[in-house]
């Protein structure tokens, strides 16, 4: 395994400063929230891409993922999602990112794999994957496996295995790695409160089923990415992700196969 995090656990942070927090923490990789308030995101030039990737490359990290946040499967015309989603995946190519995050946005099955057909052979040309968080409408496993079955282009898909939605929702962690079978290509780590109160926690200290996950991801000879998804930025009163980083470094060593 190897250990990611969130800029999205990072708010007001500069890509330096996010470089050298990732460093300092024993992170190999980032996952670059692609907005405007981070610096990151499909409108920059190619100066402006050459020099993101120069930046994270030379400080020895890898870019894990970019946390895009096109829907899916949302309602309305295919154009735009398609169009949004491909200007991502350019960009994933230019920084050298291997996927693109995706969340459902909705639940037709139907629209979700269309929209991932249509993209996928830039996506192969480009050589780069969707990746289809368990979010929103399709919080589970076994819903987002459903989907990227009906797409079809396992070669450009993929899914993240965030830990606490599936688990909120009724699906325990071994029918969740179940679901997602070969689909599995990324996984999002953290704690929280409860079921019912997301409020991120220090890892361990919540009620998210960690270890258990941990175990089966071990068992299933697991070897991709971790990332810490730190909701700092809307959870602005909980603790910097530097203080929950070690814990999360802790897990993958824990786990690792």
């Keep these: 395994m190897k250990l990611a995090v969130s800029t999205l656990g990072m708010p007001g942070e500069g890509l330096d400063r996010t470089i050298e927090i990732a460093v300092e923490q024993g992170c190999q990789g980032l996952e670059l929230r692609l907005h ?6 499909a409108g920059l030039g190619a100066a402006e891409r050459r020099a993101v990737r120069e930046r994270v490359e030379s400080a020895g990290l890898e870019i894990a993922a970019l946390a895009g946040y096109v829907g899916i499967c949302e309602p309305g015309p295919d154009g735009p999602v398609v169009e949004a989603l491909l200007a991502d995946l350019r960009l994933a190519a230019d920084l050298g990112a291997p996927g693109v995050r995706v969340f459902p946005r909705g639940d037709d099955v139907t629209v979700g794999a269309r929209r991932l057909k249509a993209v996928s052979g830039t996506a192969g040309d480009l050589g780069r994957r969707v990746l289809v968080e368990t979010h929103d409408s399709m919080a589970t496993c ?36 179940a679901a997602l079978g070969p689909h599995l290509s990324y996984v999002q780590i953290k704690d929280a409160v409860s079921a019912q109160d997301t409020t991120p926690v220090p890892m361990w200290t919540g009620s998210v089923p960690l270890d258990e996950a941990g175990e089966l991801l071990r068992g299933a000879g697991y070897d991709g990415w971790v990332s810490l998804e730190w909701e700092r930025t809307w959870y602005p009163q909980v603790a910097p992700v530097e203080e929950i980083l070690p814990g999360a470094g802790e897990w993958v060593r824990r786990f690792a196969p």
């Excluded at 819903?143 to 606490?164: F, H, K, N, Q, S």
């Design 142 to 177: 076994a819903a987002v496996a459903a989907l990227l079955d009906a797409a079809g282009c396992p070669e450009t898909t993929g899914a993240i295995w965030d830990l606490l939605h599936p688990w909120r929702h009724g699906e325990p962690p071994a029918r969740s790695l």
């Design 36 to 41: 405007p308030d981070t610096g990151v995101h």
